[in-house]
């Protein structure tokens, strides 16, 4: 289904990224995702690599986050974006 999204998107010039947020994601899941759509995938769901997303003092209830959650997220997501796409033009 993923696969069939990002080809229809890119008949319109459209290019996908899905992005992984913390607290809603399973490993199973999340390994194969990025295995079979490595260029698509914005992963901030690891706990080691985001710690403070994954801390109750962030959180709002237990799957979302709060303002400073939301804050540090959207940070962590828009550094990500920006590297993804570095990486690309490169």
Do not use: C
Not at 36 to 42: H, N, R
Not at 64 to 90: C, P
């Amino acid at each position: 289904m993923m696969k069939d999204i990002i080809e229809k998107s890119k008949a319109y010039g459209i290019e996908v990224r899905f992005i992984i947020q913390p607290r809603l994601a399973s490993y199973r899941e999340i390994h194969a995702i990025k295995k079979q759509l490595p260029d698509y995938v914005i992963d901030v769901a690891d706990p080691n690599k985001h710690k403070e997303l994954w801390e109750v003092k962030n959180a709002f209830d237990k799957s979302h986050m709060n303002k400073k959650g939301s804050t540090i997220f959207t940070a962590l997501l828009s550094r990500d974006f920006l590297e993804m796409e570095k990486h690309k033009a490169q």
